[in-house]
């Protein structure tokens, strides 16, 4: 039974839906085998019409809270971490993860020995079990700019394997933000920094988070011994032109938020250039 029929859960897992189809009953399913602690499932839908979080709405522990409106990632995963009761740990995920063995219970054993620790994020692998580089530096604009443009055509360039810090991907150790697409969250933390930044609608929304936690004293902590593999990617290669702008439109955002105005003029007209190209290339 999800959540072992405990009144009062330790973790809430929160799933971001939107006609998430079959792979959501993996999702909630794997969950059995990867917490050991108490926790109960909110299915923070954005107005899905595949009837797949009705249904699994169903089962025990899991509760359908709709948001009203395709709010996003971000602005979805704070309705429900808001839920009632609140929990002192807060795990966002999207409805293609899968979990492995053990893989928030290790994320819980790493808060132990990281007392500071705001957020936790665990190995991501694809469906091929390429590991994905889902704990990063904040993107600064030196290097962050180097890594949008030349990563396009140069994708092992020096920027961007110090950016995406694929050389220390073996070990636990604080990074500048990790990925949304799993993702624990101490409660104290997230309510420090109000949870996601509702202002992004999709991408950059985990970037900001890590960054607003770690100017707060939290660190973001990456965890290899939890393991998750996320499918991933389906909604951008159907949508894949609405998607690079909403991916240009978050990155203006987050440099908007944060360098002089002058600066950002600069920045945005290569942010412009890299989704010329990127557009020109999509099929």
Not at 213 to 221: D, S
Request: proline share 7%.
């Amino acid at each position: 039974m999800i959540g072992g029929g405990v009144s009062t859960p330790t973790v809430r897992v929160v799933v971001v839906t939107y006609s998430p189809g079959p792979l959501l009953q993996t999702c909630l399913d794997s969950l059995a085998d990867a917490c050991s602690q108490p926790y109960d499932v909110v299915l923070a839908d954005n107005g899905s019409v595949d009837g797949f979080p009705e249904q699994l709405a169903a089962a025990p522990g899991v509760r359908l809270v709709r948001t009203g409106a395709n709010l996003g990632y971000g602005s979805a995963a704070n309705v429900g971490a808001a839920s009632e009761p609140a929990t002192q740990w807060i795990l966002v995920c999207n409805p293609d993860v899968r979990f492995g063995t053990d893989a928030v219970d290790a994320m819980l054993a790493a808060a132990e020995r990281w007392p500071r620790g705001g957020s936790f994020g665990p190995a991501i692998f694809d469906p091929e079990g390429r590991l994905y580089p889902s704990a990063r530096r904040v993107p600064r604009l030196g290097v962050g700019s180097a890594h949008a443009v030349l990563g396009l055509v140069w994708p092992d360039n020096p920027w961007t394997r110090h950016y995406t810090q694929r050389d220390s991907a073996a070990h636990e150790h604080a990074v500048g933000w990790l990925s949304g697409a799993c993702l624990l969250v101490r409660r104290e933390a997230w309510e420090a920094v109000g949870g996601f930044d509702p202002g992004y609608f999709m991408y950059f929304e985990d970037v900001d988070l890590g960054d607003r936690l770690g100017r707060l004293g939290w660190a973001n902590v990456y965890v290899p011994s939890a393991r998750v593999a996320h499918v991933g990617g389906e909604a951008t290669r159907r949508h894949r032109p609405s998607m690079l702008q909403a991916h240009h439109d978050s990155a203006a955002r987050f440099v908007s938020d944060r360098y002089p105005r002058a600066v950002v003029r600069l920045v945005k007209r290569g942010l412009d250039l890299r989704l010329h190209i990127l557009l020109r290339r999509s099929p």
